[in-house]
């Protein structure tokens, strides 16, 4: 059905609640790349088997990522009237004990990671409440959703329907409120209305940037050009990163509601999602989301029977990471090279064959139907005044849980680390997290506190980014970081402007001399000095941003330069050249676990005899240290 009126979405609407909240219980499997990672798939399968050989009454429903990847494979039921739960780390077999629970009539008590008395329903300000009376009592003891410390801080704007609906079924996504905001921005207010509200909600671009959203809107609308584009920027290519991956598998409706919202505000009538083919899933899911959108008449001719007309269209690309620059991804759209140009003119002005050109990423466009529905005013209540709303970050690293994070801007980095995170994983000792992607910046722990918005990351040395916040540990070289990272930029680099191409080539050079004891004290100046240069002088963000990793470790870490060329010891013991295995003579029983383990025999002894390393031999792989149960290798 076509959707044309107020009562046609509103059909829609009913329609899609009955299938979100049906009167029978519902098992809801994570099924988004993370899940499925984590054997997900085969839970769904073990569950359907199970139900099935039973003849149990249940509906067994995919959702998007929970968020909660750590825990995966995480699985909900809900049961009507009484509680909705999540359970965390399943496997096949326990998923068949968990429909023989259901079966008769038990709460099934493994595994169980929370309980959800009630949930936002956040576009429309209300809330679902799963029992009345409200709680009921459980035959089992499990913490609320809100207790959780993962969930207790995070609030879900951008991430508002991912785990919530099945992502391949339109009617869920209308049913939690989708498309209300486009029917509210066609039939009650006029594209100036549009922008001037985006601009009042501080909405900043969820990018390195923060560039204000409104405001690059405008630019566009007051621009007067027979043909105009909005495009979406889901070419996520940061190492570590997931964030645009987890909304489209999750909630691609928020992305193709937002972009057809923006589209009316500019005056444009195509779009484009440009995404990398490295995600299959998530192309298949806004692709399906794309056909089903078109089919009920919220994408195409007329939407909601007005004047207004718009089409989306998927662009994939083919993994360069300096796509992600917006001209750079232009290019790309009309079939060149991905290399970025000379800027002004901004897309704004001349983007898509020389057409006035909104970009925005994955996660900016999903924040523009609430803030539509719900008003500048409720969007501003988050975050800070230069910052409002919510961002989504990618936590991952040296952390007890890793996970796809939604907080308010202004959160402090101690409090994603620490609360959300749990901590460092294996009791280690925190050393730095990165913001940002291999672009962003390397703080230490005496600025944990620091809060995560735009300025307060950028007078660190770090940026925002895409996302991407990784967790190092103890155990990591900041050396090494900053050589890896900075080898990441360099093999991305498109060539086109010196100062990047050759740039980062000779901080290479220097990062691995440092690294393989061949480095001097002047290096360090010498980084430091080509460091700023490339930043000043490269064309695009990508070589703008590339130093970024030498630079704070250098600035915050510069004692670890100093030992690795001073010393010729790498304090964290990575670095293969600078490190020494050996026996420890007190702790070695000759038990012979390292020589067996060995991969190059460089270890010699007879049974419960004291064992040796050869040196001329031992490639470093760190194998024996590894296989120790006696704490007899050392590291030096």
């Known amino acids: 059905m076509r959707i044309n009126t107020l009562d046609d979405l509103q059909a829609v609407k009913a329609e899609g609640v009955k299938l979100t909240y049906p009167e029978k219980i519902k098992i809801m499997v994570g099924m988004a790349t993370c899940g499925i990672s984590a054997g997900g798939d085969k839970v769904y399968q073990a569950l359907a088997k199970k139900i099935a050989e039973l003849g149990v009454d249940v509906a067994l429903e995919m959702t998007g990522c929970i968020g909660f990847c750590q825990r995966e494979p995480l699985v909900d039921v ?10 965390q780390t399943m496997t096949p077999e326990k998923a068949e004990a968990l429909v023989e629970a259901i079966k008769a009539d038990q709460i099934y008590p493994e595994n169980l990671l929370c309980r959800i008395d ?17 709680p009921v009592k459980l035959s089992v003891e499990v ?37 209300q905001a486009l029917y509210k921005a066609l039939k009650e207010m006029t594209p100036k209305e549009v922008i001037a509200l ?74 484009y999602v440009y995404c990398r083919a490295e995600y299959p899933l998530a192309l298949k899911r806004l692709e399906k989301a794309i056909e089903q959108a078109e089919s009920r008449g919220l994408l195409g001719d007329n939407i909601f029977g007005t004047d207004f007309s718009f089409r989306l269209k998927i662009r994939e690309g ?17 079939g060149r090279v991905g290399e970025p140009r000379q800027r002004p003119p901004f897309p704004a002005q001349s983007g898509l064959w020389g057409k006035p050109t909104i970009i925005n990423n994955v996660k900016t466009w999903s924040h523009v139907a609430p803030i539509l529905a719900r008003g500048a005013k409720w969007y501003k209540s988050f975050g800070t005044e230069k910052s409002p709303g919510t961002t989504v970050f990618a936590l991952v690293g040296k952390i007890i849980d890793a996970g796809l994070v939604e907080i308010p801007l202004g959160t402090t980095l101690r409090e994603m680390i620490f609360d959300i995170g749990g901590g460092i994983a294996g009791k280690k000792k925190f050393k730095a997290v990165q913001t940002g992607g291999p672009s962003g910046g390397c703080i230490p722990a005496q600025f944990l506190d620091t809060p995560v918005e735009y300025e307060s990351l950028g007078a660190l040395g770090s940026i925002m980014g895409s996302g991407g916040m990784i967790v190092m540990d103890e155990r990591d070289c900041m050396v090494n970081v900053a050589k890896y990272f900075l080898d990441f930029t360099m093999e991305e680099s498109c060539g086109k402007c010196t100062p990047c ?66 010393q010729k010891k790498c304090p964290a013991r990575v670095c293969k050249p600078l490190i020494t295995f050996r026996v420890d003579e007190e702790k070695c029983n000759g038990c012979g676990r390292c020589r067996l383990v060995c991969p190059v025999e460089a270890v010699e002894g007879a049974k419960k005899e004291l064992h040796k390393i050869l040196q001329d031999k031992c490639i470093k792989c760190g194998t024996c240290f590894d296989r120790c149960k006696f704490d007899a290798i050392i590291v030096e």
Request: proline letters at 5%; aromatic letters at 8%; one cysteine or more.
């Open 198 to 271: 985006v601009k009042d909600s501080g909405l900043r671009g969820r990018g390195g940037g923060g560039f204000p959203t409104g405001l690059k809107w405008e630019f566009c609308h007051n621009n007067d050009a027979d043909m105009k584009y909005v495009i979406c920027n889901a070419d996520e290519g940061d190492p570590g990163a997931f964030m645009d991956r987890g909304i489209l598998e999750g909630d691609p409706h928020a992305v193709v509601e937002g972009m057809a919202i923006g589209a009316y505000a500019v005056g444009a009538k195509e779009g």
């Open 118 to 134: 009630q949930e936002e329903l956040l576009v429309d300000g209300k809330f679902k409440v799963y029992a009345n009376p409200h």
């Open 78 to 87: 809900i049961y009507p009237e009484r509680v909705r739960l999540t359970y």
């Open 143 to 179: 913490p609320k959703y809100e207790e959780v410390p993962f969930f207790k801080k995070q609030v879900k704007i951008a991430l508002r329907n991912c785990g919530y609906i099945n992502p391949e079924r339109i009617e869920e996504s209308i049913g939690r409120g989708g498309y």
């Open 318 to 334: 083919a993994g360069a990471f300096v796509c992600g620059e917006e001209t750079a991804l232009i290019a790309s759209i009309e």
């Open 501 to 566: 191409r050759e740039g980062t080539l000779r901080l290479m050079e220097m990062l691995e001399g440092i690294t393989e004891g061949l480095g001097t004290l002047e290096d360090i100046d010498k980084l430091i000095e080509m460091s700023e240069t490339i930043k000043e002088s490269s064309l695009c963000g990508l070589g703008q941003t590339a130093p970024n990793p030498v630079l704070t470790t250098i600035k915050y870490f510069r004692d670890e330069y100093e030992a690795h060329i001073t």
